[in-house]
Nanobody
């Protein structure tokens, strides 16, 4: 069973930066959209950013101008560069990948990002 594996989370001070990475543990054919979600303690999961295979991006309002999503199509890897981090960005960040071949969405288990005051 192929899984998505995230890395790059950790503890950072307010105003700091982190770069998250996500790659599949095996081969996934036909990946179209990839993205990042986050879930803060006691809150619902929310979409952070998405990117299509053509490079079109979309961001939730609260991270616009601070976060940048990118991908390497050859490696089926997606990244999330997070700058000017705030305590309210503290959450478990999970990546997703939609396969048009298998008609399913793959999820990672998540990586914890903690922003201290």
């Amino acid at each position: 069973q192929v899984q998505l594996v995230e890395s790059g989370g950790g503890l950072v001070q307010t105003g700091g930066s982190l770069r998250l990475s996500c790659a599949p543990s095996g081969t996934i054919f036909g990946i179209n959209s990839m993205g990042w979600y986050r879930q803060a303690p006691g809150k619902q999961r929310e979409l952070v950013a998405t990117i299509t295979s053509g490079g079109s991006t979309n961001y939730t309002y609260s991270v616009k101008g601070r976060f940048t999503i990118s991908r390497d199509n050859a490696k089926n890897t997606v990244y999330l560069q997070m700058n000017s981090l705030k305590p309210e960005d503290t959450a478990v960040y999970s990546c997703t990948a939609e396969s048009r071949v298998y008609r399913m969405t793959y999820w990672g288990k998540g990586t914890l990002v903690t922003v201290s005051t």
